[in-house]
């Protein structure tokens, strides 16, 4: 409940008095457990962001023999994951107050990103012999940023639909791009 108040109005304009009749607790009974509104938001920031941090397994489920359409799959899961109401309003917030909170969005990112981090990094490996990449690290940050960070962003921002199939021609180009930037020659 917590959350979704401050998804809704924000951090500034939630109040703890709305969140605890919300979830019908007082607001003495909220402030026994939380400090104060900051603590409370970011309880709440940490819950949602476990919620929406998709499981290894769930991206190990997406891949197949085929290096680039398990690259196409593995971008476009995480895409449709960042892509959800909830998650777009997440984000929202969470860059919205970075000022304030400012170890929380860098710590949200790497949530989210580890369990597809360490499937695209047995990835690359397991595809060695194809691809010239000394630094498997930075070649799951150069992809993710290439083939999730434009087409997430044009969704959250609202300039692309997650289901729209200029999306998938958009994070195929993207794969395309990488690949050709990691292939052996």
């Not at 398990?70 to 909830?86: D, E, I, K, M, Q």
């Not at 690290?137 to 997650?162: C, N, Q």
């Amino acid at each position: 409940m917590a959350l979704g108040v401050f998804l809704e109005k924000g951090f500034d304009q939630a109040t703890v008095e709305e969140i605890a009749a919300g979830t019908s607790m007082s607001k003495r009974t909220v402030y026994a457990q939380y400090a104060d509104k900051s603590a409370l938001f970011v309880a709440a920031v940490e819950r949602a962001v476990e919620r929406f941090t998709m499981s290894r397994e769930d991206v190990e489920a997406v891949i197949t023999d085929d290096l680039a359409e398990s690259l196409v799959a593995v971008a476009r899961l995480r895409v449709v994951n960042l892509g959800t109401p909830s998650a777009i309003l997440l984000q929202r917030v969470l860059i919205s107050q970075s000022y304030r909170f400012p170890e929380l969005y860098p710590a949200a990112t790497e949530s989210f990103m580890a369990p597809v981090a360490q499937v695209l990094g047995d990835l690359f490996e397991r595809h060695r012999s194809e691809l010239d990449i000394s630094d498997p690290w930075r070649a799951t940050v150069a992809f993710l940023g290439l083939a999730v960070g434009g087409p997430s962003r044009a969704v959250v921002t609202g300039r692309a639909d997650v289901l729209g199939p200029e999306l998938d021609e958009t994070i195929r180009y993207a794969v395309s791009l990488f690949l050709d930037g990691v292939r052996r020659r």
